[in-house]
């Protein structure tokens, strides 16, 4: 039997407890307070750096929405309903993914979703036979505005793992998997197709984008027509951790020579991606 340590567990304790008055304080908002308060029990040794940040993750999924994260509908790879079963399997050979939208002739509307795993389960050497809405499942549709937290609790009771995005006007604008919430929680979730992405600048709809803190000032100004420049920093997780005067937590927000930024994902380490928006625009509530 393990024996227990009643002086450390009483030392644990007693940090815990210190924690407590700042809430009742209420001198900022709770959320704010809890992290405050984590990160205080990480430096007593109480929680692992780790495990706070998942934890910061956890929280802050609850201010971020569908259209913060999704795959825009431009870069989605979709089936087309009257596709060959050989063209398929090209796609999800050459792809890697597992589900895809199976969109209409004219690239309109969103039949179903199909899943690799219940087109390989099948005897198609006669194509002729072949309809793909005899296998694909009903899509699911959500709003760009839907809260990741409410979003993740739908994905867990529906078993679903993928869900198409829609406009106001019911548009079709993008998708978005559980990996990119739990992403959000845990941090990046790499596989061998991930490494293959070189992206590090994304353009969402309304003018957002996403650019990966390891993006250079050079690759940065040149896709946007700045002339930003330094010898402190190199690239933009530089910059905005330069601005800060921080290393910033998820969810920490700056405005620089007319440009807005959010922190996407960061843990204690570093920053790792950033929402940027362009000068006229304004960050979405």
């Avoid at 992403?183 to 984008?209: F, P």
């Amino acid at each position: 039997m393990k024996k227990i340590n009643l002086s450390e567990v009483s030392r644990n304790l007693r940090s815990i407890m210190r924690l407590v008055p700042s809430y009742l304080k209420m001198e900022k908002p709770p959320k704010e307070l809890l992290v405050d308060s984590l990160r205080e029990a990480e430096s007593n040794s109480v929680i692992e750096p780790d495990t706070v940040a998942m934890m910061e993750g956890a929280l802050l999924v609850s201010d971020m929405q569908v259209r913060d994260i999704m795959i825009p509908r431009s870069e989605i790879v979709f089936i087309e309903e009257n596709s060959k079963p050989s063209k398929i399997l090209s796609k999800i050979i050459e792809s890697g993914h597992s589900r895809f939208p199976v969109f209409d002739e004219e690239h309109e509307r969103i039949v179903g979703i199909l899943l690799a795993k219940d087109l390989l389960s099948l005897a198609i050497d006669n194509a002729d036979d072949f309809s793909i809405r005899e296998i694909i499942r009903p899509a699911a549709f959500i709003p760009e505005s839907k809260r990741l937290n409410v979003l993740l609790r739908e994905f867990r009771s529906g078993r679903n793992h993928l869900a198409v995005v829609v406009d106001e006007y019911t548009s079709i604008s993008g998708l978005v998997t559980i990996e990119d919430v739990i992403e959000q929680i845990v941090g990046e979730i790499d596989d061998e197709h991930d490494l293959l992405e070189e992206d590090n600048i994304r353009k969402h709809r309304d003018n957002r984008y996403s650019v990966k803190a390891r993006t250079g000032l050079d690759e940065f100004n040149e896709h946007f027509g700045t002339d930003w420049k330094s010898d402190d920093y190199e690239t933009i997780g530089g910059l905005v951790i330069s601005q800060l005067g921080h290393l910033p937590r998820q969810g920490e927000e700056l405005e620089y020579m007319g440009y807005s930024f959010r922190v996407l994902r960061a843990d204690r380490r570093r920053v790792r991606l950033v929402r940027v928006i362009p000068a006229g625009d304004t960050l979405p509530n």
